[in-house]
Protein backbone atom coordinates (compact mmCIF):
# COMPACT_ATOMS: atom_id res chain seq x y z
CA UNK A 1 0.00 0.00 0.00
CA UNK A 2 1.18 3.22 -1.27
CA UNK A 3 0.86 6.60 0.64
CA UNK A 4 -1.20 8.50 -1.79
CA UNK A 5 -3.42 7.41 -4.99
CA UNK A 6 -5.44 9.15 -7.28
CA UNK A 7 -8.39 7.30 -6.07
CA UNK A 8 -9.59 5.72 -3.05
CA UNK A 9 -12.49 3.45 -2.94
CA UNK A 10 -13.85 2.22 0.42
CA UNK A 11 -15.98 -0.92 -0.12
CA UNK A 12 -15.33 -3.54 -2.48
CA UNK A 13 -19.22 -4.64 -2.66
CA UNK A 14 -21.17 -4.59 -5.97
CA UNK A 15 -20.18 -0.76 -7.05
CA UNK A 16 -16.77 -0.55 -5.57
CA UNK A 17 -15.59 -3.63 -7.85
CA UNK A 18 -16.88 -1.89 -10.95
CA UNK A 19 -15.18 1.21 -10.46
CA UNK A 20 -11.89 -0.25 -9.36
CA UNK A 21 -11.83 -1.76 -12.66
CA UNK A 22 -12.77 0.66 -14.75
CA UNK A 23 -10.87 3.05 -13.24
CA UNK A 24 -7.49 1.40 -13.12
CA UNK A 25 -8.21 -0.50 -16.43
CA UNK A 26 -7.43 3.21 -18.22
CA UNK A 27 -3.84 3.12 -17.14
CA UNK A 28 -4.01 6.98 -16.07
CA UNK A 29 -5.00 6.06 -12.33
CA UNK A 30 -3.15 4.50 -9.17
CA UNK A 31 -6.40 3.38 -7.35
CA UNK A 32 -6.79 1.96 -4.03
CA UNK A 33 -9.87 -0.57 -3.39
CA UNK A 34 -10.26 -1.01 0.48
CA UNK A 35 -12.45 -3.66 1.62
CA UNK A 36 -13.40 -5.05 5.39
CA UNK A 37 -14.40 -8.38 4.63
CA UNK A 38 -11.75 -11.07 3.84
CA UNK A 39 -11.10 -12.43 0.03
CA UNK A 40 -13.62 -14.21 -2.05
CA UNK A 41 -11.09 -17.07 -2.20
CA UNK A 42 -13.76 -20.26 -0.79
CA UNK A 43 -15.48 -22.46 -2.91
CA UNK A 44 -18.49 -21.92 -1.43
CA UNK A 45 -18.69 -18.19 -2.27
CA UNK A 46 -17.87 -19.31 -6.31
CA UNK A 47 -20.95 -22.87 -5.73
CA UNK A 48 -24.38 -21.20 -6.43
CA UNK A 49 -26.09 -23.52 -4.17
CA UNK A 50 -22.95 -22.14 -1.51
CA UNK A 51 -25.57 -19.63 -1.05
CA UNK A 52 -26.70 -21.84 2.10
CA UNK A 53 -23.14 -21.42 3.90
CA UNK A 54 -22.42 -18.34 3.25
CA UNK A 55 -25.60 -16.34 3.92
CA UNK A 56 -26.32 -17.45 7.46
CA UNK A 57 -25.51 -15.51 10.66
CA UNK A 58 -22.84 -17.43 11.44
CA UNK A 59 -20.97 -16.97 8.25
CA UNK A 60 -17.59 -14.76 8.66
CA UNK A 61 -19.02 -13.23 4.95
CA UNK A 62 -21.86 -11.49 6.45
CA UNK A 63 -22.67 -8.55 8.87
CA UNK A 64 -26.13 -10.19 9.67
CA UNK A 65 -27.16 -7.02 11.01
CA UNK A 66 -30.94 -6.83 12.53
CA UNK A 67 -33.36 -3.82 12.90
CA UNK A 68 -34.53 -2.04 15.49
CA UNK A 69 -38.19 -3.50 17.01
CA UNK A 70 -40.85 -2.86 14.35
CA UNK A 71 -43.65 -1.08 15.60
CA UNK A 72 -46.12 -2.59 12.72
CA UNK A 73 -44.14 -6.15 13.31
CA UNK A 74 -45.55 -7.07 16.87
CA UNK A 75 -41.97 -5.53 17.84
CA UNK A 76 -39.86 -7.94 16.20
CA UNK A 77 -36.36 -7.36 15.17
CA UNK A 78 -35.90 -8.38 11.15
CA UNK A 79 -32.89 -9.85 9.89
CA UNK A 80 -30.53 -7.81 7.45
CA UNK A 81 -27.78 -9.25 6.11
CA UNK A 82 -24.84 -7.84 4.23
CA UNK A 83 -22.21 -8.97 2.41
CA UNK A 84 -18.85 -8.78 4.50
CA UNK A 85 -16.43 -9.79 1.59
CA UNK A 86 -14.50 -9.09 -1.44
CA UNK A 87 -17.56 -8.25 -3.88
CA UNK A 88 -19.71 -7.57 -0.98
CA UNK A 89 -23.30 -8.50 -0.88
CA UNK A 90 -23.29 -10.13 -4.57
CA UNK A 91 -20.80 -12.76 -3.40
CA UNK A 92 -23.26 -13.89 -0.59
CA UNK A 93 -27.07 -12.91 -2.26
CA UNK A 94 -29.62 -15.29 -4.19
CA UNK A 95 -28.55 -14.46 -7.56
CA UNK A 96 -31.69 -12.95 -8.76
CA UNK A 97 -30.53 -10.67 -11.33
CA UNK A 98 -33.62 -8.09 -12.25
CA UNK A 99 -33.92 -4.55 -13.33
CA UNK A 100 -36.94 -3.71 -12.47
CA UNK A 101 -39.46 -1.47 -14.64
CA UNK A 102 -39.17 1.11 -16.99
CA UNK A 103 -41.02 3.14 -15.36
CA UNK A 104 -39.10 3.34 -11.80
CA UNK A 105 -36.26 5.12 -13.51
CA UNK A 106 -38.50 7.49 -15.11
CA UNK A 107 -40.17 8.31 -12.05
CA UNK A 108 -36.37 9.09 -10.95
CA UNK A 109 -36.11 11.82 -13.49
CA UNK A 110 -39.24 12.97 -14.61
CA UNK A 111 -40.78 13.17 -10.98
CA UNK A 112 -37.91 13.12 -8.15
CA UNK A 113 -35.96 15.51 -11.11
CA UNK A 114 -32.84 13.28 -11.12
CA UNK A 115 -32.26 14.47 -14.40
CA UNK A 116 -30.05 12.04 -16.70
CA UNK A 117 -31.44 8.90 -14.88
CA UNK A 118 -33.99 7.58 -16.53
CA UNK A 119 -34.90 4.56 -18.23
CA UNK A 120 -33.46 5.79 -21.65
CA UNK A 121 -30.73 7.05 -19.96
CA UNK A 122 -29.69 3.64 -17.76
CA UNK A 123 -30.59 0.69 -20.12
CA UNK A 124 -27.21 1.60 -22.04
CA UNK A 125 -25.70 0.81 -18.22
CA UNK A 126 -27.54 -2.27 -17.65
CA UNK A 127 -27.19 -3.67 -21.53
CA UNK A 128 -23.16 -2.87 -20.80
CA UNK A 129 -23.31 -4.78 -17.25
CA UNK A 130 -24.76 -8.00 -18.62
CA UNK A 131 -23.30 -11.07 -20.92
CA UNK A 132 -26.86 -12.37 -21.30
CA UNK A 133 -26.56 -16.34 -21.80
CA UNK A 134 -29.88 -15.07 -24.85
CA UNK A 135 -29.63 -13.85 -27.86
CA UNK A 136 -29.11 -9.83 -28.15
CA UNK A 137 -31.45 -7.61 -28.63
CA UNK A 138 -32.40 -4.14 -28.30
CA UNK A 139 -32.60 -4.57 -24.34
CA UNK A 140 -30.01 -7.39 -23.78
CA UNK A 141 -26.28 -7.50 -24.67
CA UNK A 142 -24.16 -10.47 -24.79
CA UNK A 143 -20.79 -8.95 -24.21
CA UNK A 144 -20.44 -7.21 -20.59
CA UNK A 145 -18.77 -8.32 -17.62
CA UNK A 146 -21.46 -9.83 -15.51
CA UNK A 147 -22.63 -13.81 -16.88
CA UNK A 148 -26.67 -13.59 -16.88
CA UNK A 149 -28.59 -16.32 -17.67
CA UNK A 150 -32.00 -17.85 -17.49
CA UNK A 151 -32.75 -21.29 -16.02
CA UNK A 152 -35.11 -23.07 -19.59
CA UNK A 153 -35.18 -26.63 -18.08
CA UNK A 154 -37.71 -25.90 -15.14
CA UNK A 155 -38.51 -28.46 -12.79
CA UNK A 156 -42.37 -30.03 -12.25
CA UNK A 157 -42.42 -26.98 -9.85
CA UNK A 158 -41.72 -24.32 -11.36
CA UNK A 159 -43.56 -25.31 -14.58
CA UNK A 160 -46.52 -25.65 -12.44
CA UNK A 161 -46.15 -21.86 -11.10
CA UNK A 162 -46.22 -20.63 -14.17
CA UNK A 163 -49.13 -22.50 -15.19
CA UNK A 164 -50.62 -21.16 -11.87
CA UNK A 165 -50.27 -18.00 -13.54
CA UNK A 166 -51.41 -18.39 -16.29
CA UNK A 167 -54.87 -20.22 -15.13
CA UNK A 168 -55.13 -17.45 -12.51
CA UNK A 169 -55.62 -14.57 -15.56
CA UNK A 170 -52.15 -13.19 -15.66
CA UNK A 171 -49.56 -12.99 -18.82
CA UNK A 172 -46.23 -14.81 -19.53
CA UNK A 173 -44.01 -12.45 -20.31
CA UNK A 174 -40.81 -13.99 -22.03
CA UNK A 175 -38.35 -11.58 -21.20
CA UNK A 176 -39.04 -10.02 -17.55
CA UNK A 177 -35.78 -7.88 -18.72
CA UNK A 178 -36.88 -6.74 -22.02
CA UNK A 179 -39.65 -4.96 -22.96
CA UNK A 180 -41.97 -6.01 -20.82
CA UNK A 181 -41.98 -6.71 -16.98
CA UNK A 182 -45.93 -7.44 -16.01
CA UNK A 183 -46.95 -11.08 -15.77
CA UNK A 184 -45.16 -14.37 -14.46
CA UNK A 185 -41.73 -15.19 -16.00
CA UNK A 186 -38.42 -17.23 -15.98
CA UNK A 187 -36.26 -15.01 -13.25
CA UNK A 188 -32.49 -14.04 -14.58
CA UNK A 189 -29.69 -15.49 -12.38
CA UNK A 190 -26.36 -13.63 -11.89
CA UNK A 191 -24.46 -17.47 -12.77
CA UNK A 192 -22.34 -18.57 -15.56
CA UNK A 193 -21.38 -21.63 -16.52
CA UNK A 194 -22.36 -23.13 -12.75
CA UNK A 195 -20.37 -20.05 -10.83
CA UNK A 196 -21.86 -17.17 -8.99
CA UNK A 197 -21.11 -14.02 -11.37
CA UNK A 198 -20.39 -11.72 -8.51
CA UNK A 199 -18.71 -8.13 -9.05
CA UNK A 200 -15.75 -9.29 -7.74
CA UNK A 201 -15.27 -11.90 -10.13
CA UNK A 202 -16.74 -10.32 -12.82
CA UNK A 203 -14.71 -6.97 -12.59
CA UNK A 204 -11.86 -8.09 -10.24
CA UNK A 205 -10.70 -11.57 -11.15
CA UNK A 206 -11.07 -11.30 -14.76
CA UNK A 207 -8.29 -8.00 -15.22
CA UNK A 208 -4.99 -8.43 -16.24
CA UNK A 209 -2.59 -8.34 -13.44
CA UNK A 210 -0.94 -4.83 -13.25
CA UNK A 211 0.83 -1.81 -10.64
CA UNK A 212 -2.43 0.21 -11.44
CA UNK A 213 -5.01 -1.24 -8.81
CA UNK A 214 -4.10 -2.32 -5.07
CA UNK A 215 -6.86 -4.49 -3.38
CA UNK A 216 -6.82 -4.27 0.19
CA UNK A 217 -8.75 -7.19 2.33
CA UNK A 218 -9.04 -7.25 6.05
CA UNK A 219 -9.04 -3.22 6.02
CA UNK A 220 -11.88 -0.73 7.70
CA UNK A 221 -11.62 2.50 6.91
CA UNK A 222 -12.85 4.52 10.23
CA UNK A 223 -13.13 8.08 8.66
CA UNK A 224 -12.71 10.49 5.86
CA UNK A 225 -9.94 13.18 5.81
CA UNK A 226 -10.94 15.94 5.08
CA UNK A 227 -9.53 19.99 4.94
CA UNK A 228 -11.69 22.19 4.36
CA UNK A 229 -14.64 21.32 2.24
CA UNK A 230 -12.10 19.10 0.30
CA UNK A 231 -11.99 15.28 1.17
CA UNK A 232 -7.86 14.59 1.01
CA UNK A 233 -7.71 10.82 2.24
CA UNK A 234 -9.12 7.92 4.34
CA UNK A 235 -7.66 7.11 7.99
CA UNK A 236 -7.90 3.21 7.82
CA UNK A 237 -7.03 0.17 9.95
CA UNK A 238 -5.37 -2.81 8.56
CA UNK A 239 -4.07 -5.84 11.08
CA UNK A 240 -2.69 -4.08 14.30
CA UNK A 241 -1.95 -0.99 12.20
CA UNK A 242 -3.30 2.19 11.83
CA UNK A 243 -2.44 4.55 8.97
CA UNK A 244 -3.58 7.37 6.39
CA UNK A 245 -3.83 7.07 2.59
CA UNK A 246 -3.84 10.61 1.04
CA UNK A 247 -6.53 10.72 -2.49
CA UNK A 248 -5.45 13.02 -5.03
CA UNK A 249 -8.13 12.95 -7.23
CA UNK A 250 -11.46 11.45 -4.83
CA UNK A 251 -12.24 9.48 -2.34
CA UNK A 252 -15.31 7.27 -3.87
CA UNK A 253 -17.16 5.56 -0.91
CA UNK A 254 -19.07 2.33 -2.02
CA UNK A 255 -19.73 1.00 1.50
CA UNK A 256 -23.26 0.25 1.01
CA UNK A 257 -26.72 1.47 2.21
CA UNK A 258 -25.75 1.66 5.93
CA UNK A 259 -21.96 1.61 5.86
CA UNK A 260 -21.77 4.56 3.70
CA UNK A 261 -24.28 6.81 6.34
CA UNK A 262 -22.32 5.56 9.05
CA UNK A 263 -18.63 6.33 7.35
CA UNK A 264 -20.00 10.41 6.54
CA UNK A 265 -21.30 10.52 9.88
CA UNK A 266 -18.11 9.22 11.75
CA UNK A 267 -16.13 11.69 9.68
CA UNK A 268 -18.07 14.55 10.55
CA UNK A 269 -21.37 14.82 7.65
CA UNK A 270 -24.47 14.39 8.87
CA UNK A 271 -26.98 15.52 11.42
CA UNK A 272 -25.83 17.92 13.64
CA UNK A 273 -28.08 16.88 16.90
CA UNK A 274 -26.74 12.94 16.34
CA UNK A 275 -23.22 13.86 15.85
CA UNK A 276 -23.06 16.43 19.29
CA UNK A 277 -25.03 13.49 20.81
CA UNK A 278 -22.02 11.51 20.23
CA UNK A 279 -19.01 13.81 20.59
CA UNK A 280 -18.36 13.88 16.73
CA UNK A 281 -16.98 17.40 15.56
CA UNK A 282 -19.42 18.34 13.06
CA UNK A 283 -17.14 19.06 9.86
CA UNK A 284 -20.47 19.73 7.62
CA UNK A 285 -24.09 19.80 8.37
CA UNK A 286 -26.08 17.09 6.04
CA UNK A 287 -29.63 16.54 7.81
CA UNK A 288 -30.97 13.86 5.57
CA UNK A 289 -27.83 11.58 6.08
CA UNK A 290 -29.31 8.19 7.18
CA UNK A 291 -33.10 8.78 6.47
CA UNK A 292 -35.17 7.98 3.43
CA UNK A 293 -34.30 4.15 4.13
CA UNK A 294 -36.51 1.89 1.89
CA UNK A 295 -36.88 -1.84 1.60
CA UNK A 296 -38.85 -4.47 -0.10
CA UNK A 297 -40.86 -6.72 2.76
CA UNK A 298 -42.21 -10.49 1.90
CA UNK A 299 -45.19 -12.56 3.40
CA UNK A 300 -44.41 -16.71 2.78
CA UNK A 301 -46.82 -19.39 1.89
CA UNK A 302 -45.64 -23.09 2.30
CA UNK A 303 -47.30 -25.92 1.09
CA UNK A 304 -46.00 -29.25 1.62
CA UNK A 305 -46.06 -32.07 -0.74
CA UNK A 306 -46.04 -35.98 -1.03
CA UNK A 307 -44.33 -36.04 -4.03
CA UNK A 308 -40.50 -35.83 -4.40
CA UNK A 309 -40.08 -32.89 -6.80
CA UNK A 310 -38.65 -30.32 -4.78
CA UNK A 311 -35.07 -29.16 -4.27
CA UNK A 312 -35.35 -30.75 -0.17
CA UNK A 313 -35.00 -34.56 -1.81
CA UNK A 314 -31.47 -33.05 -3.04
CA UNK A 315 -29.80 -32.42 1.15
CA UNK A 316 -29.87 -36.49 1.55
CA UNK A 317 -26.44 -37.54 1.91
CA UNK A 318 -25.94 -39.74 -1.08
CA UNK A 319 -27.30 -36.95 -3.42
CA UNK A 320 -25.24 -33.79 -1.73
CA UNK A 321 -22.53 -35.69 -2.40
CA UNK A 322 -23.18 -36.51 -6.00
CA UNK A 323 -24.54 -32.79 -6.08
CA UNK A 324 -20.77 -32.28 -5.19
CA UNK A 325 -19.27 -34.05 -7.46
CA UNK A 326 -20.84 -33.17 -10.68
CA UNK A 327 -20.18 -29.11 -9.50
CA UNK A 328 -16.51 -29.58 -8.92
CA UNK A 329 -16.01 -32.75 -12.14
CA UNK A 330 -17.57 -30.15 -14.23
CA UNK A 331 -19.80 -26.87 -12.62
CA UNK A 332 -22.75 -28.97 -13.79
CA UNK A 333 -25.58 -30.42 -11.47
CA UNK A 334 -28.29 -28.79 -8.62
CA UNK A 335 -25.25 -26.89 -7.05
CA UNK A 336 -24.55 -25.18 -10.17
CA UNK A 337 -27.79 -22.73 -9.95
CA UNK A 338 -29.51 -21.04 -7.55
CA UNK A 339 -33.13 -21.51 -6.28
CA UNK A 340 -35.35 -19.36 -7.66
CA UNK A 341 -36.24 -19.48 -11.20
CA UNK A 342 -39.44 -18.25 -11.43
CA UNK A 343 -41.72 -15.49 -9.92
CA UNK A 344 -44.23 -13.01 -10.90
CA UNK A 345 -45.05 -8.94 -11.28
CA UNK A 346 -48.30 -8.41 -10.93
CA UNK A 347 -50.97 -5.33 -10.26
CA UNK A 348 -53.34 -5.66 -7.63
CA UNK A 349 -55.71 -4.42 -9.67
CA UNK A 350 -56.62 -2.42 -12.88
CA UNK A 351 -56.00 0.92 -11.24
CA UNK A 352 -52.08 0.48 -10.98
CA UNK A 353 -49.95 2.15 -13.64
CA UNK A 354 -47.61 -1.07 -13.63
CA UNK A 355 -47.03 -4.35 -11.15
CA UNK A 356 -46.89 -2.99 -7.74
CA UNK A 357 -46.24 -6.85 -5.86
CA UNK A 358 -43.59 -9.18 -6.59
CA UNK A 359 -43.50 -13.44 -6.29
CA UNK A 360 -39.96 -15.09 -5.65
CA UNK A 361 -41.25 -18.85 -6.07
CA UNK A 362 -39.07 -21.90 -4.50
CA UNK A 363 -39.66 -25.36 -5.20
CA UNK A 364 -37.87 -26.09 -1.48
CA UNK A 365 -39.56 -26.74 1.93
CA UNK A 366 -37.90 -24.51 4.25
CA UNK A 367 -37.84 -24.43 8.07
CA UNK A 368 -36.72 -22.06 10.58
CA UNK A 369 -33.83 -19.36 8.99
CA UNK A 370 -34.36 -20.26 5.57
CA UNK A 371 -32.99 -24.19 6.19
CA UNK A 372 -34.70 -26.41 4.07
CA UNK A 373 -35.87 -29.76 5.93
CA UNK A 374 -34.40 -33.07 4.30
CA UNK A 375 -37.30 -35.59 5.15
CA UNK A 376 -39.81 -33.74 3.54
CA UNK A 377 -41.00 -31.99 0.49
CA UNK A 378 -42.58 -28.81 -0.62
CA UNK A 379 -42.09 -25.11 -1.93
CA UNK A 380 -42.70 -21.70 -0.50
CA UNK A 381 -44.21 -18.49 -2.29
CA UNK A 382 -43.14 -14.82 -1.29
CA UNK A 383 -44.53 -11.62 -2.08
CA UNK A 384 -44.68 -8.11 -1.26
CA UNK A 385 -45.27 -4.67 -2.39
CA UNK A 386 -42.76 -3.32 -5.13
CA UNK A 387 -42.70 0.35 -4.33
CA UNK A 388 -43.30 0.60 -0.43
CA UNK A 389 -44.64 3.84 0.69
CA UNK A 390 -43.05 3.71 4.24
CA UNK A 391 -39.72 5.06 4.79
CA UNK A 392 -37.06 4.75 7.73
CA UNK A 393 -33.78 6.00 8.78
CA UNK A 394 -30.35 4.41 10.06
CA UNK A 395 -28.74 6.22 13.22
CA UNK A 396 -25.17 6.21 15.01
CA UNK A 397 -25.32 3.96 18.00
CA UNK A 398 -21.54 4.74 19.27
CA UNK A 399 -18.53 6.81 17.85
CA UNK A 400 -16.85 3.45 17.68
CA UNK A 401 -16.50 2.13 13.67
CA UNK A 402 -16.99 -1.41 15.03
CA UNK A 403 -20.43 -1.24 16.34
CA UNK A 404 -23.56 -1.34 13.63
CA UNK A 405 -25.95 1.48 13.31
CA UNK A 406 -29.50 0.82 14.16
CA UNK A 407 -31.10 0.17 11.24
CA UNK A 408 -34.76 1.35 11.87
CA UNK A 409 -36.73 0.43 7.96
CA UNK A 410 -40.26 1.73 9.52
CA UNK A 411 -41.75 -1.58 7.63
CA UNK A 412 -45.56 -0.65 7.04
CA UNK A 413 -45.20 2.45 8.82
CA UNK A 414 -47.94 3.64 5.93
CA UNK A 415 -51.16 2.19 5.61
CA UNK A 416 -50.88 1.72 1.72
CA UNK A 417 -48.31 -0.82 2.06
CA UNK A 418 -50.61 -2.58 4.61
CA UNK A 419 -52.94 -2.68 2.25
CA UNK A 420 -50.50 -4.44 -0.48
CA UNK A 421 -48.66 -6.91 1.83
CA UNK A 422 -52.59 -7.90 2.58
CA UNK A 423 -53.38 -7.91 -1.57
CA UNK A 424 -49.95 -10.21 -1.85
CA UNK A 425 -50.70 -12.59 0.55
CA UNK A 426 -54.42 -13.15 -1.24
CA UNK A 427 -53.12 -13.43 -4.65
CA UNK A 428 -50.55 -15.79 -3.32
CA UNK A 429 -52.77 -17.99 -2.05
CA UNK A 430 -54.99 -17.78 -5.19
CA UNK A 431 -51.65 -18.66 -7.17
CA UNK A 432 -51.34 -21.58 -5.22
CA UNK A 433 -54.53 -23.02 -5.44
CA UNK A 434 -55.03 -23.14 -9.23
CA UNK A 435 -55.23 -26.42 -10.64
CA UNK A 436 -51.58 -26.66 -11.59
CA UNK A 437 -50.24 -27.26 -8.30
CA UNK A 438 -53.84 -29.67 -7.30
CA UNK A 439 -51.09 -33.31 -7.73
CA UNK A 440 -48.66 -31.12 -5.36
CA UNK A 441 -50.77 -30.18 -2.63
CA UNK A 442 -50.85 -31.77 0.34
CA UNK A 443 -51.26 -29.45 2.83
CA UNK A 444 -50.68 -25.75 3.37
CA UNK A 445 -47.87 -25.59 5.57
CA UNK A 446 -47.47 -22.15 6.57
CA UNK A 447 -49.54 -20.33 7.73
CA UNK A 448 -51.81 -23.32 7.48
CA UNK A 449 -56.20 -23.24 6.70
CA UNK A 450 -56.89 -21.85 10.26
CA UNK A 451 -54.99 -18.54 9.23
CA UNK A 452 -58.35 -17.79 7.29
CA UNK A 453 -60.27 -14.49 8.73
CA UNK A 454 -58.76 -10.49 8.18
CA UNK A 455 -57.74 -10.71 11.77
CA UNK A 456 -55.97 -13.89 11.46
CA UNK A 457 -54.09 -12.73 8.46
CA UNK A 458 -52.96 -9.40 9.60
CA UNK A 459 -51.56 -11.53 12.82
CA UNK A 460 -49.45 -13.72 10.67
CA UNK A 461 -48.18 -10.68 8.73
CA UNK A 462 -47.20 -9.22 11.34
CA UNK A 463 -45.62 -12.08 13.10
CA UNK A 464 -43.87 -13.59 10.35
CA UNK A 465 -43.47 -10.95 7.62
CA UNK A 466 -39.74 -10.42 6.37
CA UNK A 467 -37.35 -8.83 4.53
CA UNK A 468 -36.22 -9.43 0.59
CA UNK A 469 -32.97 -7.84 1.23
CA UNK A 470 -32.77 -5.09 -0.62
CA UNK A 471 -32.07 -2.31 1.67
CA UNK A 472 -31.35 1.32 -0.06
CA UNK A 473 -31.91 4.73 -0.38
CA UNK A 474 -29.90 6.15 2.95
CA UNK A 475 -27.93 8.89 1.03
CA UNK A 476 -30.80 10.13 -1.73
CA UNK A 477 -29.55 11.48 -5.07
CA UNK A 478 -31.74 14.47 -6.48
CA UNK A 479 -31.35 18.00 -7.88
CA UNK A 480 -29.85 20.92 -6.42
CA UNK A 481 -33.18 22.25 -5.25
CA UNK A 482 -34.38 18.59 -3.90
CA UNK A 483 -33.59 19.75 0.17
CA UNK A 484 -33.80 15.38 1.19
CA UNK A 485 -30.91 14.85 -1.13
CA UNK A 486 -27.39 14.10 -0.12
CA UNK A 487 -25.87 13.38 -3.15
CA UNK A 488 -25.95 15.46 -6.52
CA UNK A 489 -26.98 14.37 -10.19
CA UNK A 490 -23.42 13.37 -10.14
CA UNK A 491 -23.14 11.34 -7.49
CA UNK A 492 -21.05 14.08 -5.40
CA UNK A 493 -21.70 14.65 -1.78
CA UNK A 494 -23.08 18.29 -1.67
CA UNK A 495 -20.81 20.85 0.37
CA UNK A 496 -17.77 18.81 -0.19
CA UNK A 497 -15.54 18.72 -2.93
CA UNK A 498 -13.51 15.38 -4.06
CA UNK A 499 -15.89 13.14 -2.19
CA UNK A 500 -18.25 10.50 -3.80
CA UNK A 501 -20.83 7.92 -2.74
CA UNK A 502 -21.68 5.17 -5.36
CA UNK A 503 -24.15 2.62 -4.05
CA UNK A 504 -27.49 1.30 -3.01
CA UNK A 505 -27.53 4.07 -0.84
CA UNK A 506 -27.99 6.86 -3.55
CA UNK A 507 -31.25 5.34 -4.82
CA UNK A 508 -34.07 7.69 -4.55
CA UNK A 509 -36.43 5.31 -5.09
CA UNK A 510 -36.68 1.85 -4.58
CA UNK A 511 -36.58 -0.35 -7.76
CA UNK A 512 -39.43 -2.75 -8.57
CA UNK A 513 -37.43 -5.50 -8.36
CA UNK A 514 -34.34 -6.92 -6.48
CA UNK A 515 -31.69 -4.32 -6.76
CA UNK A 516 -28.43 -5.77 -7.17
CA UNK A 517 -28.57 -5.45 -11.13
CA UNK A 518 -29.57 -1.51 -10.55
CA UNK A 519 -26.36 -1.01 -8.06
CA UNK A 520 -24.09 -3.05 -11.42
CA UNK A 521 -26.10 -0.23 -13.49
CA UNK A 522 -25.33 3.06 -11.24
CA UNK A 523 -22.04 1.59 -10.94
CA UNK A 524 -20.84 1.47 -14.37
CA UNK A 525 -22.84 4.79 -15.12
CA UNK A 526 -20.73 6.22 -12.30
CA UNK A 527 -17.67 5.56 -14.07
CA UNK A 528 -18.20 7.17 -17.39
CA UNK A 529 -19.03 10.32 -15.01
CA UNK A 530 -15.83 10.57 -13.20
CA UNK A 531 -13.87 9.57 -16.04
CA UNK A 532 -16.18 12.37 -18.48
CA UNK A 533 -16.97 9.42 -21.28
CA UNK A 534 -20.18 9.45 -23.23
CA UNK A 535 -23.12 7.34 -22.85
CA UNK A 536 -23.02 4.03 -24.73
CA UNK A 537 -24.87 5.14 -28.17
CA UNK A 538 -28.31 3.78 -27.68
CA UNK A 539 -31.12 3.72 -31.18
CA UNK A 540 -34.30 5.00 -30.09
CA UNK A 541 -36.06 4.00 -32.82
CA UNK A 542 -35.61 0.03 -31.59
CA UNK A 543 -38.48 0.89 -28.67
CA UNK A 544 -41.16 3.14 -30.90
CA UNK A 545 -42.75 -0.15 -32.16
CA UNK A 546 -43.07 -1.93 -28.94
CA UNK A 547 -46.31 -3.07 -28.23
CA UNK A 548 -45.98 -2.90 -24.77
CA UNK A 549 -44.46 0.79 -24.84
CA UNK A 550 -46.35 4.32 -24.58
CA UNK A 551 -43.58 6.07 -26.65
CA UNK A 552 -43.66 9.68 -26.66
CA UNK A 553 -39.90 11.09 -27.26
CA UNK A 554 -39.71 9.22 -23.55
CA UNK A 555 -38.94 5.92 -22.69
CA UNK A 556 -41.00 2.25 -23.52
CA UNK A 557 -43.26 1.95 -20.50
CA UNK A 558 -44.35 -1.90 -20.47
CA UNK A 559 -47.54 -2.82 -18.11
CA UNK A 560 -50.55 -0.98 -19.63
CA UNK A 561 -52.96 -4.38 -20.27
CA UNK A 562 -55.71 -5.48 -18.14
CA UNK A 563 -54.94 -7.86 -14.83
CA UNK A 564 -57.62 -10.26 -14.58
CA UNK A 565 -57.81 -10.82 -10.57
Request: glycine share 10%.
Amino acid sequence: MKTSYDYIIVGAGTAGCVLARRLSDTGRYSVLLCEHGPPDSSWILRMPAGLRSAFKPSSRYNYWYRTTPQAHLDGREIDQPRGKVLGGSSSINGMTFLRGNPRDYDDWAFRDGCDGWSWVDCLPYFRKVERFGGPADAYRAVDGMVGVKVQQQLSPLNQAFLQAGEQAGYPFTADVNGCSQEGVCRFDMSVEKGVRSSSSRSYLHSRRSGGHLDIATNTRVNRILTRGDRATGVHLVSGNSAREVLAENEVIICSGVFGSPQLLMLSGIGPEDELKRHDIELHLRADQVGRNLQDHLEIHIQVETDRPVSLNRHLQPHRMAWAGLQWFGWKGGPAAVNQCHVGAFVRSGPSQSHPNLQYHFFPVLFGDHWIPDPGKNGYRLGGGPLRPESRGSVSLVSPNPGVPLAIDPNYLGEERDRDEIREAFGIGRELLAQPAFREFHRREDLPGPKVSTASDIDRYIRQAASSSFHPCGTLRMGPDNDERSVVDLELNVRGMRQLRVVDASVIPAIPSANINACVFMIAEKAADIILGNKPPAMDLASYAGSETSDWHGRSPLPGHGTVTL
